[in-house]
């Protein structure tokens, strides 16, 4: 999926461990991990509040967009 | 009574599917057995029982010869049974879990689809069998049945409708 969830480097930014967010927003870090690799299909505005707030940023800076690579040949 | 989960409904039936997966293993054995033995018998005068087998009007050979069809009839009817039976203890075992959209119950569905055309196909099959048989042994010309074609494609549709809902149950999964 081309939309990306930027947790790694805000994460670093933040000085935050993945544990520690799961515990502040209440999202377990089963699903943290989920999001972080990739691999979730959708994401609630309640988790993305949550998110947002305790690494105080916009939702903009948590998403970002690749275009998916071309087929090759 | 719940539907669903340990101690509901599909806990029952799933105890009753047992008891019958149980009886038609041993009766796929018997019938098994049987059907082997009264090819060897049929060609082997000398063999118990084999003299014992008697029609009216009809020889030794041909006596086996209806006898042979009706056990191996009888045979097809337990397989087909068998595999809706085994099926549907699988799905029902996801029911007792409480996860009636395990992703495998959608394979099953149209496993136990197949197994119901199975069994309607091979009644047509021993009639045509049958054609083979002495006049006086040959089973009546089955009638083509509605019910039994109509369940086929309700479990067809109802194997999509499981297929949808572990997509949804996927989906739902993998949104945080």
Not at chain 2, 70 to 85: D, E, H, P, S, W
């Amino acid at each position: 999926m081309p939309v990306r969830i930027q947790l790694d480097r805000l994460l670093v930014e933040r000085r935050m461990s993945l544990a520690e967010l799961a515990d502040r927003t209440g999202v377990s870090a089963d699903n943290l991990a989920i999001l972080k690799a990739g691999e979730a299909r959708a994401l609630r505005f309640s988790t993305l509040d949550a998110l947002c707030r305790e690494l105080d940023c916009h939702p903009g800076d948590l998403l970002g967009w690749e275009p998916d690579s071309p087929p090759v040949g | 009574m719940r539907a669903l989960g340990p101690g509901s409904i599909s806990s029952f039936l799933k105890s009753v599917l047992d008891i019958v997966w149980v009886l038609l293993l041993v009766s796929l054995v018997i019938l098994s057995a049987g059907l082997l033995y009264g090819v060897l018998a049929a060609f082997n005068p000398d063999m118990p029982f084999a003299g014992r087998i008697r029609f009216d009007g009809l020889d030794r050979l041909q006596a086996w010869a209806v006898v042979l069809v009706r056990m191996l009839t009888a045979l097809l009817f337990v397989a087909g049974f068998l595999l809706v039976v085994s099926r549907l203890r699988d799905i029902f075992a996801t029911l007792k879990a409480g996860d009636p959209f395990h992703p495998e119950n959608v394979n099953r569905l149209r496993v136990v689809a197949l197994g119901l055309a199975w069994l309607e196909l091979v009644r047509y099959a021993v009639w045509v069998l049958g054609a083979l048989l002495p006049p006086q042994a040959a089973p009546d010309r089955p009638n083509l049945s509605l019910a039994a074609w109509f369940s086929v494609l309700v479990v067809v549709v109802l194997a999509e409708v499981f297929r949808e809902g572990a997509r949804l149950r996927r989906e739902s999964e993998l949104t945080i």
